[in-house]
């Protein structure tokens, strides 16, 4: 059953029992975001070495959206006001962290993936003279 009003639990004088659900669940969040931002700075390492090595943007562009998703992390865009004691954060922190290991992943692939244009043999390389060096 879901509970929609958090009920924090209190000692029989009428504190709080500390750590509140929200302090947990707030804590919880916040080391998902350093382990998401984590994940953030190993994905624009890639994106900026695939691009130097190969100049494909495909990767700068997982970069790009990877920022995207950090600026909109549930860390410091999810109240925790009131209402379901911060679970809501929690849930969409774990969704942030699984999408930015999709996108590390997708770019380690591509990565590794070989780029058939630039490893071809067969591939003409730049003349500018408009000769060939065939004898």
């Known amino acids: 059953m ?30 998902l975001a350093l382990a998401a931002l984590g994940l953030l700075v190993i994905l624009l390492l890639v994106g900026i070495m695939d691009y130097r090595i190969r100049s494909r943007r495909s ?16 860390a410091w865009t999810v109240s925790m006001s009131g209402g379901d004691c911060g679970e809501l954060r929690q849930d969409c922190s774990w969704l942030v962290l699984g999408l930015m290991c999709t996108f590390l992943a997708v770019s380690l692939v591509l990565l590794l993936w070989p780029d058939r244009r630039r490893d071809d043999p067969e591939r003409q390389d730049y003349d500018d003279t408009g000769r060939s060096e065939v004898p």
């Open 2 to 31: 879901v509970n929609l009003l958090c009920s924090l639990a209190r000692n029989p004088d009428g504190s709080l029992v500390r750590p509140t659900t929200y302090e947990i669940n707030a804590a919880v969040s916040n080391q």
């Open 59 to 74: 990767m700068l562009v997982l970069s790009a959206v990877g920022i995207f998703f950090m600026a909109l992390h549930p």
